[in-house]
């Protein structure tokens, strides 16, 4: 084929790493294929598993000559296990090409125009349909009633589970005929929706002679949240999502187990059909509903594909709403004459539907160190240090592994692939180890024995999974105390970040927060990159920081337990410091949110000798916290209302209201057009689109963040 192209687009040839890397490629996908479909027990995310497969598919487009017929881009699962008697289907149950973004809904859309002949000025009518995250069915129904079902394996033939499927209740054993519908009750046939009819053919009885009908079984999360709940309590095996439930729920040998789990159903497709002819998917869903059939009520028609992406992302905001999970939405051109014409690719998939895939929340990477990291608090939390990868639109190279305890739980070595997921989080979270990848070079990891800062003799308390570093004077311990004194969430100092607080600490200059009282400009001259002007503005900023609200100062304290509300309650309750510094641990635990161990953390931190010489010390210093209310301490954002949308990765979307309350501004939840502005996180839907609409301005994360530290590079440069 290569003599018919031009010299200068000579084929491409693949490299042995190339080759390689494709039958690598291959190799994990069938065991993937293997574990979820046979048994029922998979060690990929579904995202993990979808990037897996694009690479491939890539690859193999980029190099044809690579694709081998047994490649798993040309099948759909794996073979069906032998428990169950297979199920043939008698018309193959196809899997669906992906799309990832808008853009490639656009590059559908053109393929589609271009195989129809026709131009941009065509207007395509789609319909779009959530994807539920479940499993797919195949049922045969005679006459209206129900025959007997199967599970897709591998698109040709899957396994019978007709007892199983009967004792799902939502599916009914007999379709009820249109005709007994029709109000005057005779056989005249009623209109499914504007402009079209189903036409049964002559003879019919309102409902097909023989038809496939195909859907979805899942579980709710309500019913997965009762299973593992009893499955907890009785010792037995959790199952990782609903979707696997459903899966072994389905797919159980003793029906009883089945008929316990409350399954449920939606269908949406069809296979065989006789005596019955449908117009389009919207009629084929309008007739499904009208025979008592379960359709998913979140349908829309669209005009193109603007008004497809449109829906996509309007659910990309809502999806978390729904009362099952769903991974995206299914888009399938309405008209069924037009599908007839589109056909399919090879036996593997229809060109005339796509399944629009949200953003992975989820992805695999390795491990490459775990390192120790020392608090505020003096807890040692583990990190892992990752391989960088994309998750969401952010490069993550870094998860907690909160303590050795967890380590144990999820058995995390250095050099093991794990998948990683991001759920609102500041830091993204190991969620497992893929085990089938270890090569047995992977390294154990244990917590130290001593602080990586200081060197003194780690502790663990009774009772708690945490490893502590008891030493008052541990320099990582004062760095991370003193940035969150002088944080926004604390004291608010413009100017003392991050990099100033190690220097300061790092130096001896400051040992605790008693210390920033009495920096001169000097000192404060001598840390690196640090102008007159900067120091001068600074320094403002630690005086007027002294008359702070009582609950920022209490905050700043960094006492164990108590955080930015647990200090406005404390501060609320006692008015001045000197007594909540007096008060009983019972008087403490008697405060209206304030629990047992809180008062007892409060009561153990003011009696520590350290810290009463750190209060004496502010007092000294001239630090005199205003008594409570809820005035803001600055009005940066005065006159400026905030919406925030979507996963914001740095902060949680409280945290991000409370800054912006004590920045003077106002946060709505809803955009109007007096709205200033949109912070738009991770997987934003119609509050951005509405934002758009508005021509109001649109902020990331980061942006947002910029505008509330901003202050101190801007008057420096006024
Ligand atoms: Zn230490």
């Known amino acids: 084929m290569s003599n018919e192209m031009p010299a200068l687009m000579e084929m491409a040839r693949p490299s042995a790493q190339e080759q390689q890397r494709v039958e690598a490629l291959r190799a994990q996908l069938r065991n993937a294929n293997y574990l979820y479909y046979a048994q029922d027990a998979p060690e990929l995310s579904d995202a993990a598993y979808d990037a897996l497969m694009r690479e491939l598919r890539e690859l193999e487009e980029r190099f044809p000559e690579l694709l081998t017929p047994d490649s798993p881009t040309e099948r759909v699962g794996t073979e069906a296990v032998n428990l169950f008697a297979p199920y043939p289907h008698r018309v193959s149950m196809l899997s669906l090409d992906n799309a990832f973004s808008a853009d490639n809904l656009r590059s559908w859309e053109d393929r589609l125009r271009r195989q129809l002949g026709a131009g941009p000025e065509l207007a395509i009518e789609y319909i779009c349909e959530l994807k539920i995250d479940g499993l797919s069915v195949n049922l045969t129904y005679e006459n209206g009633q129900f025959i007997s079902g199967g599970t897709r394996g591998d698109g040709l033939t899957g396994e019978d589970i007709t007892p199983n499927l009967r004792t799902i209740s939502a599916l009914p054993k007999q379709l009820r005929p249109l005709s007994s519908r029709a109000s005057n009750g005779d056989n005249s046939v009623i209109p499914l929706s504007e402009g079209a009819e189903a036409v049964p053919t002559p003879g019919g009885q309102g409902v097909p002679a023989r038809i496939e009908i195909r859907g979805e079984v899942f579980m709710s999360h309500r019913e997965f949240a009762r299973i593992n709940g009893e499955a907890e309590e009785q010792g037995g095996r959790t199952f990782a999502n609903p979707r696997n439930a459903a ?9 009883a187990v089945t008929a316990k789990r409350r399954l449920d159903i939606f269908l949406y497709a069809v296979g065989e059909c006789e005596g019955w002819t449908f117009q389009s998917q919207h009629d084929l869903l309008q007739a499904y509903r009208v025979w008592g059939l379960r359709t998913n009520p979140n349908v829309r028609v669209c005009e193109g594909i ?25 888009v399938k051109v309405n008209s069924f004459s037009l599908q007839r014409e589109l056909g399919q690719v090879s036996s593997r998939a229809p060109r005339w539907a796509i399944a629009y895939k949200y953003p992975a929340l989820q992805v695999r990477t390795r491990v490459e160190s775990i390192e ?20 969401a639109g ?9 303590n050795e305890d967890e380590i144990r739980r999820k058995d995390v070595r250095i050099g093991d692939w794990v998948v990683v997921q991001r759920a609102g989080e500041v830091i993204p979270e190991i969620v497992e180890v893929v085990k089938g990848e270890r090569t047995g070079d992977e390294i154990e990891f244990a917590m130290p024995a001593n602080c990586p800062s200081c060197g003194a003799q780690v502790v663990r308390a009774e009772g708690e999974a945490v490893l502590r570093c008891p030493n008052e004077e541990c320099p990582k311990k004062m760095h991370e105390r003193i940035r969150y004194f002088a944080s926004r969430m604390a004291m ?10 190690e220097q300061l600490t790092q130096v001896g200059l400051v040992r605790d927060v008693a210390d920033i009282y009495a920096l001169t400009k000097e000192q404060m001259l001598s840390l690196e990159r640090m102008g007159d002007k900067l120091a001068t503005k600074i320094l403002d900023h630690i005086e007027g920081s002294k008359t702070r609200p009582l609950a920022r100062l209490i905050a700043g ?13 404390l501060a609320s309750h006692f008015g001045t410091l000197e007594k909540l510094a007096a008060a009983s641990v019972d008087e403490l635990a008697g405060v209206f949110e304030i629990g047992r161990r809180t008062a007892e953390s409060i009561r153990a931190f003011f009696d520590e000798p350290h810290n009463q010489r750190t209060l004496s010390k502010l007092h000294k210093a001239g630090v005199r916290p205003q008594s409570h209310d809820s005035a803001p301490h600055s009005d940066r954002f005065a006159g400026k209302s905030f919406v925030f949308t979507g996963t914001l990765i740095r902060l949680k979307r409280d945290e991000a209201e409370t800054l912006v309350k004590h920045l003077g501004g106002r946060a709505s939840g809803s955009v109007s057009k007096q709205t200033s502005y949109l912070v738009a996180g991770g997987e934003a839907g119609s509050k951005l689109t509405r934002a758009q609409q508005l021509g109001i301005p649109v902020l990331t994360e980061d942006e947002f963040l910029q505008m509330t530290e901003d202050i101190t590079e801007e008057s420096d440069l006024a």
């Open 557 to 569: 304290l960094g006492i164990r337990h108590i955080g930015e509300h647990s200090s406005e309650v």
């Open 372 to 391: 120790v990291q020392v608090g505020r608090t003096g807890a040692l939390t583990p990190v892992a240090n990752l391989t960088p990868v994309a998750l």
């Open 306 to 330: 603007e008004q497809v992406i449109e829906f996509c992302d309007e659910w990309s905001g809502k999806k978390g709403e729904l009362p099952y999970d769903i991974d995206g939405v299914v």
């Open 394 to 402: 952010v490069m993550v190279a870094r998860a907690t592994l909160h």
């Open 492 to 501: 608010d100092i413009e100017g003392l970040g991050d990099k100033q607080c």
């Open 247 to 255: 899966a072994g729920s389905l797919r159980q040998k003793d029906i």
